[in-house]
């Protein structure tokens, strides 16, 4: 199957502090990215889709002014943690899927992200 | 209000036995079903999917059934390994394969006990 690289796998970093993750597709142009967000023991839930060289569309409930997603090219998204704090510790996922790739979603390998 | 569920958080099952994991969903508007594996740290890995038009799609000891009426879908896998222990989420997507947005249910722990 596609591969879809996230880097890094775990970050730890300061309160206040921003982060960035970065999403690839290693082996096929992904026009569409989205950022899953996960808590212990809950389902995967959706942040944000990104689509290449437009701005990202936003879930309810989800700051977009904290959580900046940039989708500049059709091989790379970025989610930038802004001002990181506590309560936004968490596994963050991104998929991707390419206009030639059928209907599945590739997955990253996840970040686990620790604000301290 | 969730829109996919997955009614049971852990199931175990013997190897070689059939486990039998359930979804159920709210919304009418899903027209595609996708089961995901997913173990700890790391991200989903595709396994097996259904259009709203079909009741039936097989891959190898993975099936998937989609009861539309009773909006309520199953993944069998028979027989089942100790690979195959990890969480197991249903997601479902409207608009067809064109639309990726994808509705997970909280996941089911399988645990297939050699």
């Known amino acids: 199957g596609a591969v879809v690289s996230q880097h890094p796998s775990r970050v730890i970093c300061k309160s206040g502090t921003s982060v960035k993750i970065e999403c690839r597709s290693l082996?096929?142009?992904?026009?569409?990215m989205f950022w899953y967000r996960q808590f212990p023991k809950q389902s995967l839930m959706l942040m944000a889709t990104?689509?290449?060289?437009?701005?990202?569309?936003?879930e309810q409930g989800v700051e977009k002014d904290k959580f900046l997603i940039n989708h500049a090219s059709l091989t790379l998204s970025t989610l930038t943690v802004t001002s990181a704090h506590p309560e936004d510790s968490s596994f963050y996922i991104c998929?991707?899927?390419?206009?030639?790739?059928?209907?599945?979603?590739?997955f990253g390998q996840g970040t686990r992200l620790t604000v301290v | 209000d969730q829109q996919v569920k997955q009614n049971s958080p852990s199931l175990s099952v013997q190897e070689g036995r059939i486990s039998i994991l359930n979804c159920d969903y709210t919304?009418?508007?899903?027209?595609?079903f996708l089961w995901y594996k997913k173990y700890p740290a790391e991200g989903p890995t595709f396994l097996i999917s259904?259009?709203?038009?079909?009741d039936k799609n097989e891959d190898g000891r993975f099936t998937v059934f989609l009861n539309k009426s009773a909006k309520h879908l199953s993944l069998h896998i028979v027989p089942s390994q100790p690979g195959d222990s990890a969480v197991y989420f249903c997601?479902?997507?409207?608009?067809?394969?064109?639309?990726?947005?994808?509705?997970f249910g909280k996941g089911t722990k399988l645990s297939v006990i050699p």
């Open positions: 998929s991707a899927r390419g206009v030639n790739r059928g209907s599945e979603a590739f």
């Open positions: 082996d096929f142009q992904a026009t569409t």
């Open positions: 990104s689509n290449e060289g437009s701005k990202a569309t936003y």
């Open positions: 919304n009418s508007m899903f027209d595609y």
């Open positions: 259904i259009s709203s038009i079909k």
């Open positions: 997601a479902a997507s409207a608009g067809g394969a064109g639309s990726y947005q994808l509705t």
